[in-house]
């Protein structure tokens, strides 16, 4: 039988509480939201923490996706169900709909969050990736006030993030510029489980050209994989099929898997660059459209 060690619990009403509680408790302490991250590990005694505190009242207050001309705006405790169905989340960025159709199952998607997922930092996680693709910001509130960070600063380690003592992530920004269209894909072994490779890429178009883009991949690394080199190549040129296996190749020689359960190192790298390529594509189609 898997029983956690013993913790004590406390029930946060307002972000302003939880911070509060947070800075007195200091790292004996763990947020909860969804959970299905941190009880499972917990009850393994892989984390153990002294007290847990309940953030779940906070919906009200961090629940919410708000799209606006210039940027969309994301809080934290949004739940996966409502990325899922929002149209106009959709419709400014399709990626986070591919993602959220292959993170797990309902019963995770109805309880787990945006600010769980990407604060668990599981290398392997779906939202850090998509987060990467779309150039995203997070902003972190203390006792000291907010602070925003890039999510290559946010993304120190494997489960570990820039969220310090008395913090919490409370929001996501995405900017939106006109021309855009992304995508995601994802291999794994069964139906919801976690990626054995994933890619997502988002591309901008102006009079036919490419003048942004932008690719992240998960499960081939430490942390989510930001690669610029593919940026650079992509930016100024006209769409093709050659294009994107030269984006493909580019992913597959930045990555760094590792041989596991899943798959070999060699056999991850192909599928980092067939993603990439698949991924590409669709973007441009739908920036196109």
């Not at 490779?197 to 901008?204: D, I, K």
Request: negative net charge.
């Amino acid at each position: 039988m898997q029983v956690p060690a013993p913790f004590e619990y406390e029930r946060a009403t307002t972000v302003d509480q939880a911070i509060g509680l947070m800075e007195r408790l200091g790292s004996s302490a763990r947020l909860v939201a969804g959970g299905h991250s941190l009880l499972p590990m917990m009850k393994l005694r892989l984390a153990n923490f002294d007290y847990l505190i309940d953030i779940n009242d906070l919906h009200a207050e961090l629940g919410y996706v708000r799209v606006g001309v210039d940027e969309v705006r994301i809080g934290a405790l949004t739940r996966h169900r409502e990325l899922l169905e929002s149209d106009e989340l959709a419709a400014a960025f399709p990626i986070f709909r591919d993602a959220e159709r292959v993170i797990a199952d309902p019963v995770v998607r109805n309880r787990g969050t945006l600010g769980g997922s990407l604060c668990q930092a599981d290398p392997s996680e779906d939202l850090s990736a998509v987060c990467t693709t779309l150039n995203a910001s997070c902003v972190i509130r203390g006792p000291g006030g907010e602070r925003v960070v890039t999510m290559e600063e946010f993304h120190v380690g494997p489960y570990e993030t820039a969220v310090g003592d008395g913090e919490i992530l409370v929001e996501v920004r995405l900017p939106v510029r006109p021309g855009g269209g992304s995508a995601y894909e994802k291999v794994e072994r069964r139906a919801g489980d976690w990626a054995v490779v994933s890619a997502g890429s988002a591309v901008w178009l102006a009079d036919g050209l490419i003048t942004d883009a932008r690719v992240g991949l998960a499960a081939v690394g430490p942390n989510t994989t930001g690669i610029p080199e593919i940026s650079a190549v992509l930016r100024g040129r006209e769409p093709a099929d050659s294009l994107y296996e030269q984006a493909g190749a580019i992913a597959a020689e930045a990555c760094d898997p590792a041989t596991d359960q899943r798959g070999s190192a060699e056999y991850k790298r192909h599928l980092a660059a067939e993603l990439t390529k698949r991924t590409l594509k669709k973007a441009v189609e739908r920036a196109r459209g």
